[in-house]
């Protein structure tokens, strides 16, 4: 691995591996790939900041389903495709026949027929893997409950832009590790040689098999992945401090459960002194202050969560641009 991403090898290579690819999950990629994909980002937000126009897409549509609720995801996603030239149209299973009882498999072959790609929020990974089993067209996962590979992209980004480098750095993540953030961000770190650190409650640590794959992954990166309980032992000389809601949605109906088991898990001041001086600290938004996070953190100088936001748009226009270039 290397520690800047403008040293990539075969670009022209990479750029035909990405065309028309599904973007499911970040384990699906090459470390090359998501380095690629971090650079065009990077490339893209400057031309967006320097208000040159860049329709790389023109004539492209992108269709959008959401079964989940999104601020971040559907605004994204539609003005990054109108950044680059396309539209984007937004689809909800009320609207279409998918709501009535029509299948995946014939759902995705008419969209596919109408659509340069389909941008998917909803619950069941099996879904999405069913629609890009079926489709013509890319599919790109817009969160899932185990996976939320677009937000990670964003985080990936931010890092990079406050840190100047992703390999070798630490990052810690402490509340609920079986989430689809926790997961996406142990495969994330283990592409691109960060070290990672989880702290949860054991009942709610990270799905095994996506550990388990992170590791091999890692052996070829240099990456090392703990998975603890202890957040002190997490915190320690970290880089970078995320959480996420310790109710995710599909869950409300554990919300006090949960609160009672992650009481020792909140991001305060007290935890992050085990953190390095310089630190960063990252949460996927919206927020619950006094839950998760304490306002000092989340609102004080350490805390980068708007410039994540924002890369949101930077990250998947990049990926749009990738896989439908």
């Known amino acids: 691995m290397v520690n800047t991403i403008k040293t990539i090898d075969n670009i022209e290579v990479i750029q035909e591996s990405l065309k028309g690819k599904d973007f499911l999950k970040i384990a699906d990629f090459q470390p090359g790939e998501i380095l690629y994909l971090l650079e065009e980002a990077q490339e893209l937000k400057k031309l967006q900041k320097q208000g040159i126009p860049h329709p790389f897409l023109s004539g492209k549509v992108l269709g959008m389903l959401f079964e989940k609720s999104s601020t971040r995801t559907r605004v994204s996603f539609e003005v990054g495709m109108l950044q680059l030239g396309g539209h984007a149209i937004f689809l909800s299973p009320r609207d279409i026949q998918l709501g009535r009882g029509e299948s995946i498999s014939d759902t995705a072959k008419v969209l596919s027929r109408y659509l340069d790609a389909l941008m998917i929020r909803t619950f069941s990974h099996e879904s999405i893997e069913e629609f890009a089993y079926h489709s013509d067209a890319p599919i790109i996962n817009g969160l899932t409950d185990p ?92 880089d970078v401090v995320v959480t996420d809601v310790w109710t995710s949605m599909g869950f409300e109906e554990e919300a006090q459960e949960r609160i009672n088991a992650f009481q020792s898990y909140q991001v305060n001041e007290a935890l992050c002194s085990y953190a390095k001086s310089d630190y960063i600290f990252m949460h996927c938004l919206p927020a619950h202050r006094g839950e998760e996070v304490t306002a000092e953190i989340i609102d004080g100088p350490h805390s980068v969560v708007f410039d994540e936001a924002e890369n949101r748009l930077h990250a998947q226009k990049a990926v749009l641009k990738a896989l439908l270039s």
């Not at 070798?168 to 770190?189: Q, R």
């Not at 550990?211 to 070829?220: L, N």
Request: charged share 25%; hydrophobic share 40%; with cysteine.
């Open 147 to 238: 996976h939320h590979p677009v937000q990670v992209m964003a985080d990936l980004l931010t890092i990079l832009e406050h840190k100047g480098k992703l390999e070798g750095l630490k990052l810690c993540y402490v509340g609920d590790g079986n989430n689809n953030v926790t997961h996406s961000l142990i495969e994330g770190a283990a592409k691109v040689g960060m070290h990672i650190s989880v702290a949860s409650p054991k009942k709610y640590q990270p799905n095994q098999e996506i550990v388990a794959k992170a590791i091999e992954d890692a052996k070829v990166t240099g990456s090392k992945i703990s998975i603890l309980e202890d957040p002190i032992e997490a915190m320690k000389d970290a």
